[in-house]
């Protein structure tokens, strides 16, 4: 019965909440907004989920640094308690991809994928859409704290368990682009990453001899793969090749990224698991450690570095773009910026200030208060070093091999005999390796 009046009280919060959104005018002119950047084709439009657009809009959008739901409570004076406690909820959920562990009275016990935390569920969604799920299938969808009880109230997709890569691909790209879900809600894992990133500037400053090196996409993945080798194995196996692979790029210039890659075949992840010499045209890659942030690999840092150390800075193809990149870039940390002021502090802000057009804004630190807000408001680690820590990237790795290796026997296994050496290389007969 407590169950059933919790989901009841939670659809009303939900449904005040949509009325909300839908009746203040500046709110709605804001929704109408964030659709947009959804809805781009008259296809999209006639098959776009409105209840689904409303909830993510709800939970996820911010206006002037507060979310909808705070502004929700601003305005509405007659929340009982209850509807406090809900909402105050909701502020806390998580959108994820969760495991099914074992399948309870009233929900789920879920492992959290991209937190790597388990979650005894109560589910107040309806029970006919999780008819035949069982143990071992995956969720997408969002939870959140109520009364010492978690709830799941949106629910996007169910994979099976054979979609394991499929599901972990979502995992990883999810942590990608939001590194601090590798550890909200997750105190363990937070100082997990905390410690391992105070070793690894130890690690870092022993193998490069240097905070801070410079190179190009053709080279990068060597000289990672070397560190790796050395933060796992404590041996410099190529640390003779460095000198040639650390070098400053042939010419200085910013171009779109993104843009580029839009034009190549595959996916997000396919071009991640490539390496950076995949990357459709050459750029220069700072490769360099934060106390604060850990590993950090930032495209065109040379080339923001050329901007101020020349005088004619506008020579510097797509500079403008490079400085609004470098200050709009949620993943770059202030420290990047502060790095290349210090170093040319004389003609800094004045570009800077010219380019992102501020003009009551005075100095570095209002700059960057503006810019990298949230490196003000709670601890980042970098996309780099959360992988380094990231269960889902290390499951998704194995299994992409796993899917190479047999895509390679089932090409080759036809023309291998009985008695031939196993094409895995494992250097014995193929019918005692993989036949």
Same mark, same amino acid.
């Given at each position: 019965?407590?169950?059933?009046?919790?989901?009841?009280?939670?659809?009303?919060?939900?449904?005040?909440?949509?009325?909300?959104?839908?009746?203040?005018?500046?709110?709605?002119?804001?929704?109408?907004? =964030?659709?947009?950047?959804?809805?781009?084709?008259?296809?999209?439009?006639?098959?776009?989920?409105?209840?689904?657009?409303?909830?993510?809009?709800?939970?996820?959008?911010?206006?002037?640094?507060? &979310?909808?739901?705070?502004?929700?409570?601003?305005?509405?004076?007659? %929340?009982?308690?209850?509807?406090?406690?809900?909402?105050?909820?909701?502020?806390?959920?998580?959108?994820?991809?969760?495991?099914?562990?074992?399948?309870?009275?009233?929900?789920?016990?879920? +492992?959290?994928?991209?937190?790597?935390? #388990?979650?005894?569920?109560?589910?107040?969604?309806?029970?006919?859409?999780?008819?035949?799920?069982?143990?071992?299938? +995956?969720?997408?969808?969002?939870? @959140?704290?109520?009364?010492?009880?978690?709830?799941?109230?949106?629910?996007?997709?169910?994979?099976?368990?054979?979609?394991?890569?499929?599901? @972990?691909?979502?995992?990883?790209?999810?942590?990608?682009?939001?590194?601090?879900?590798?550890?909200?809600?997750?105190?363990?894992? &937070?100082?997990?990453? !905390?410690?391992?990133?105070?070793?690894?500037?130890?690690?870092?400053?022993? +193998?490069?001899?240097? %905070?801070?090196?410079?190179?190009?996409?053709?080279? *990068?993945?060597?000289?990672?793969?070397? @560190?790796?080798?050395?933060?796992?194995?404590?041996?410099?196996?190529?640390?003779?090749?460095?000198?040639?692979?650390?070098?400053?790029?042939?010419? =200085?210039?910013?171009?779109?990224?993104?843009?580029?890659?839009?034009?190549?075949?595959?996916?997000?992840?396919?071009?991640?698991?490539?390496?950076?010499?995949?990357?459709?045209?050459?750029?220069?890659?700072?490769?360099? =450690?934060?106390?604060?942030?850990?590993?950090?690999?930032?495209?065109?840092?040379?080339?923001?570095?050329?901007?101020?150390?020349?005088?004619?800075?506008? $020579?510097?193809?797509?500079?403008?773009?490079?400085?609004?990149?470098?200050?709009?870039?949620?993943?770059?940390?202030?420290?990047?910026? !502060?790095?290349? /002021?210090?170093?040319?502090?004389?003609?800094?802000?004045?570009?800077?200030?010219?380019?992102?057009?501020?003009?009551?804004?005075?100095?570095?630190?209002?700059?960057?208060?503006?810019?990298?807000?949230?490196?003000?408001?709670?601890?980042?680690? $970098?996309?780099?070093?959360?992988? +380094?820590?990231?269960?889902? @990237?290390?499951?998704?790795? =194995? %299994? *992409?091999?796993?899917?190479?290796?047999?895509? /390679?026997?089932?090409?080759? #296994?036809?023309?291998?005999?009985?008695?031939?050496?196993?094409?895995?290389?494992?250097?014995?007969?193929?019918?005692?390796?993989?036949?």
């Amino acid at each position: 019965m407590v169950a059933i009046d919790r989901r009841e009280t939670v659809s009303q919060v939900l449904n005040k909440l949509f009325d909300f959104v839908k009746s203040d005018q500046f709110i709605a002119e804001d929704v109408k907004k =964030y659709a947009n950047a959804f809805i781009t084709t008259e296809e999209q439009a006639k098959n776009v989920d409105i209840e689904g657009l409303l909830l993510a809009y709800v939970f996820e959008r911010k206006i002037d640094d507060k &979310f909808v739901m705070d502004l929700f409570i601003e305005k509405q004076t007659d %929340l009982s308690d209850e509807e406090k406690e809900i909402i105050d909820g909701l502020k806390k959920s998580i959108y994820s991809i969760f495991e099914i562990k074992k399948v309870l009275k009233n929900g789920f016990e879920l +492992y959290n994928i991209v937190n790597e935390k #388990t979650y005894p569920t109560s589910t107040i969604i309806k029970s006919s859409n999780f008819r035949g799920v069982g143990s071992g299938e +995956y969720i997408l969808g969002r939870i @959140f704290p109520c009364k010492e009880t978690n709830y799941l109230i949106v629910l996007n997709k169910i994979f099976p368990s054979a979609a394991k890569t499929e599901v @972990f691909r979502y995992a990883v790209m999810m942590q990608m682009e939001k590194p601090e879900a590798v550890y909200q809600d997750n105190e363990t894992k &937070f100082q997990e990453i !905390e410690k391992m990133t105070k070793e690894l500037a130890t690690t870092f400053q022993e +193998y490069f001899n240097s %905070l801070e090196i410079v190179t190009t996409t053709e080279n *990068l993945d060597e000289i990672l793969a070397g @560190f790796n080798d050395f933060v796992e194995s404590g041996e410099k196996t190529n640390i003779d090749k460095l000198p040639e692979l650390i070098k400053q790029p042939d010419e =200085y210039k910013y171009f779109d990224i993104n843009e580029v890659s839009k034009t190549q075949e595959g996916d997000f992840i396919d071009q991640a698991t490539k390496g950076f010499s995949s990357a459709p045209a050459s750029y220069d890659v700072g490769l360099m =450690y934060d106390a604060e942030t850990g590993l950090l690999v930032v495209p065109f840092y040379a080339t923001f570095r050329e901007i101020f150390k020349r005088e004619d800075y506008k $020579s510097v193809e797509g500079y403008q773009d490079c400085i609004k990149e470098i200050f709009n870039n949620d993943k770059v940390p202030p420290s990047v910026i !502060e790095k290349v /002021y210090n170093e040319f502090s004389s003609n800094f802000m004045n570009i800077v200030k010219e380019v992102l057009e501020e003009t009551e804004l005075q100095s570095l630190d209002e700059l960057l208060k503006k810019y990298k807000k949230d490196y003000y408001t709670h601890r980042k680690f $970098s996309v780099p070093t959360m992988l +380094y820590s990231s269960e889902a @990237f290390n499951e998704l790795m =194995y %299994l *992409l091999q796993e899917e190479q290796l047999m895509s /390679y026997m089932n090409k080759t #296994t036809e023309k291998v005999g009985r008695n031939d050496s196993c094409p895995c290389g494992s250097g014995k007969k193929y019918k005692k390796c993989c036949m």
